[in-house]
C-alpha cells in the first residue's frame, strides 16, 4: 500500500510539474511577455493615430478581438484576404474590424505571411508603413460598405505572443 501511495505521489509530481513547464503562448516570462505587447500596442497607436491625424486611445473591445484574431489564425502560416480580417458587428451600422499586420514583401495579394516580432531580438518596433497604408486602404473599403456618411469612431490595436512571436492586429470601429 505503501509503494501505492508513493508512486501515486510521484505521478502527481510529474504532473504538476508538466503543468507548469506547459507553454501559454508567451516567451517565458509573462510579466517580459506583457511589456513587450504593451510596446508594440503602444507603437502601432502611435503610427494610427497619426496616420488619422487624432488622438484615439487603445479602445479595449477592438484590442480583445484583435487579440482573439491572432489566437484564431495563430497556427497558419499564410492568410487569404477573408482570414486577414475579422469583423464584430455592433449594431447595423456599426462595426469593429481587425486585420492581422503581414509581411508587405512576402505577401503576394492571395496570401498574406504574418508579420511578428521576437521581443529577445527587438529593440525597437518599428510599424511598417507599407502595411499601415495597406490597412487604411482596406479600412476606407470596409467603411465604404457600411456607407459614405460613415465614420472611424475609435481605434484599437491587440498584440499577443505565441511560441516567442509577437503578433499585431489594428482595427477600427466605423458607424454609419
Not at 504532473?15 to 510579466?31: F, H, K, R, S, V
Not at 479600412?139 to 498584440?159: C, D, H, I, S, Y
Request: charged share 25%; net charge positive; glycine share 8%.
Amino acid at each position: 500500500m505503501k509503494k501505492l501511495t508513493k508512486l501515486t505521489s510521484l505521478l502527481l509530481a510529474g504532473i504538476m510539474a508538466l503543468a507548469m513547464l506547459t507553454a501559454c503562448g508567451g516567451i517565458g516570462n509573462d510579466a517580459a511577455t506583457a511589456k513587450f505587447e504593451a510596446k508594440a500596442e503602444q507603437a502601432y497607436m502611435a503610427k494610427l493615430n497619426d496616420a488619422f491625424g487624432k488622438e484615439f486611445k487603445n479602445d479595449d473591445a477592438i484590442k480583445n478581438l484583435a487579440v482573439k484574431h491572432i489566437e484564431a489564425m495563430a497556427s497558419k502560416e499564410t492568410l487569404s484576404m477573408d482570414e486577414l480580417w475579422a469583423e464584430e458587428k455592433l449594431t447595423e451600422k456599426t462595426q469593429n474590424w481587425v486585420m492581422i499586420c503581414y509581411d508587405v514583401s512576402q505577401s503576394n495579394g492571395k496570401a498574406y505571411v504574418k508579420s511578428s516580432y521576437e521581443a529577445g531580438k527587438a529593440e525597437t518596433i518599428t510599424p511598417d508603413e507599407t502595411t499601415i497604408k495597406a490597412f487604411l486602404n482596406l479600412a476606407q473599403m470596409k467603411r465604404g460598405q457600411v456607407g459614405n456618411t460613415a465614420k472611424f469612431t475609435a481605434l484599437g490595436v491587440g498584440a499577443k505572443t505565441i511560441n516567442g512571436k509577437t503578433y499585431v492586429a489594428i482595427g477600427f470601429r466605423v458607424e454609419g
